[in-house]
């Protein structure tokens, strides 16, 4: 990162922490952990509109973009863990099985390395244990 982009991300995050205290002064102190949590998963249908065939009627639908992302994600390695929580709970409702995201993040060991891989596995299972809960 530069300088400039540095300072321009601090004073966002200086920004929000203001919001959040006049929001709710118990927020003050929030760990980002767990962030992905506030934003719900969309349905179905509205992944396919924003990510899939609607606007790319040649392109691919929402579930492959959302396997895709999670490879990319996957790769990057720790760093994206509140992406990729979203990305494998995304990738589920627009169709994705379990079996295919473990899949997709296996393959990027190849390119991540294996590190990469076990944490990104880990985060996936994570989430497929979060769903399990809610649904039981």
């Not at 169709?95 to 991540?112: C, D, H, L, N, P």
């Amino acid at each position: 990162m530069n300088d400039a982009f540095t300072k321009m991300f601090q004073q966002m995050m200086e920004s929000s922490q203001e919001m959040v205290r006049a929001f709710n002064p118990a927020l003050e102190n929030m760990q980002v952990k767990g962030f992905e949590q506030f934003f719900p998963t969309m349905s179905k249908d509205m992944m396919e509109m924003w990510f899939g065939k609607t606007f790319n009627r040649e392109g691919l639908d929402a579930k492959t973009r959302l396997l895709v992302t999670i490879a990319a994600l996957t790769v990057l390695g720790a760093q994206a863990e509140p992406q990729l929580k979203l990305t494998v709970r995304h990738a589920l409702e627009a169709g994705a099985t379990q079996r295919e995201i473990a899949e997709v993040i296996w393959q990027m060991s190849m390119f991540g390395g294996l590190p990469a891989m076990q944490k990104a596995l880990e985060i996936a299972q994570s989430v497929f244990g979060e769903i399990e809960e809610k649904d039981a």
